[in-house]
């Protein structure tokens, strides 16, 4: 990946919170995920309506994290968040 060396420089310790270097936000992020393909299953109804069952989706491109007040990119910490997520 063309961003690996930098990635490589960077070392967040576990415990620490993501905070936007721009407006301190740390509350507030959004992901962005590109070339993403979203499979969703339905059964039809007896009535004729459809019930989605189940969603399925699947990123083949990159996926960027940003701050949600201030839009700044902090994809340099999406690992630190995948980490975080529970
Ligand atoms: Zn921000």
Not at 5 to 26: E, Q, W
Not at 27 to 43: C, K, N, S
Request: contains cysteine; glycine residues 4%.
């Amino acid at each position: 990946m063309r961003t690996s060396t930098k990635k490589a420089a960077i070392k967040l310790p576990t415990k620490i919170r993501i905070v936007c270097p721009t407006c301190g936000n740390d509350t507030d992020f959004y992901e962005v995920a590109d070339g993403v393909i979203l499979t969703t299953r339905y059964t039809q109804n007896e009535d004729g309506s459809f019930t989605p069952i189940s969603d399925d989706s699947q990123v083949f491109g990159e996926i960027k994290f940003y701050c949600n007040e201030c839009d700044e990119d902090l994809t340099q910490f999406h690992k630190h968040f995948l980490e975080m997520l529970f």
